[in-house]
């Protein structure tokens, strides 16, 4: 099992940016895939940007371009960086990892983008 521990979320307005950070309590090296799901609320919880083990790299189309996923194995760190943000953005923000077929997620943390 893996602890998954988020932050940098917070309030910001549309156009600005944040940079979530998920710091894993095990080597993110060897996990099949990391990444990051997003859940608004009274909707499902749907992947925003996923990295896999070799190194391939999904978005969300409503992301792309706007959104960087990146992973720092030596610190078991894995980044989202969020530009131009948009209200629609809105949601718990959660880390993700799977290893050899096993979901973990981390807590969560919330994204308010105001208009």
């Known amino acids: 099992q893996v602890q998954l521990v988020e932050s940098g979320g917070g309030l910001v307005q549309a156009g600005g940016s944040l940079r979530l950070s998920c710091s894993a309590s095990?080597?993110?090296?060897?996990?099949?895939?990391v990444g990051w799901y997003r859940q608004a609320p009274g909707k499902q919880r749907d992947p925003v940007a996923l990295?896999?083990?070799?190194?391939?790299?999904n978005y969300a189309d409503s992301v792309k371009g706007r959104f960087t996923i990146s992973r720092d194995n030596a610190k078991n760190t894995v980044y989202l960086q969020m530009n131009s943000l948009k209200p629609e953005d809105t949601a718990v923000y959660f880390c993700?990892?799977?290893?050899?077929?096993?979901?973990?997620w981390g807590q969560g943390t919330q994204v308010t983008v105001s208009s």
């Open positions: 993700y990892t799977n290893y050899y077929g096993l979901n973990s």
């Open positions: 095990r080597s993110i090296y060897s996990a099949d895939t």
């Open positions: 990295i896999t083990r070799t190194g391939n790299i």
